[in-house]
Nanobody, 113 residues
Framework: VQLVESGGGLVQEGGSLRLSCISS????????MGWYRQVQGNQRELVAS???????IPEESVKGRFTLTRDNAKKMVYLQMNSQKTEETAVYYC????????WGQGTQVTVSS
């Protein structure tokens, strides 16, 4: 499986970014997909998930601020991040939930104060 994330960058605290991910997974349309992040020095953590039918399951810390969407025909998943916080500076990855062994390169998100 190949996963390619994009859309990261530098954003001010309170700002917004939209991340994109394209997958090569054969069964993408039935997979639960997730966005994960890894703060430097910490373990990778799941931020939010989206079921095959579009139902989203955000972690408590991002509820009301982060929105996931997916396009099964394009095998893409998106993460709209609003009202970002400095502590959310991290490398963001997409992967299946539970995740494939192989990860993409991720996309760096830096939230400045």
């Amino acid at each position: 499986v190949q996963l390619v994330e994009s859309g990261g960058g530098l954003v001010q605290e309170g700002g917004s970014l939209r991340l994109s991910c394209i997958s090569s997974a054969e069964f993408f349309s039935i997979d639960t997909m997730g966005w994960y992040r890894q703060v430097q020095g910490n373990q990778r953590e799941l931020v939010a998930s989206i079921l095959f039918n579009g139902v989203t399951i955000p972690e408590e810390s991002v509820k009301g601020r982060f929105t996931l969407t997916r396009d099964n025909a394009k095998k893409m998943v998106y993460l709209q991040m609003n009202s970002q916080k400095t502590e959310e500076t991290a490398v963001y990855y997409c992967n299946r939930v539970p995740h494939h062994d192989r990860w993409g390169q991720g996309t760096q998100v830096t939230v400045s104060s």
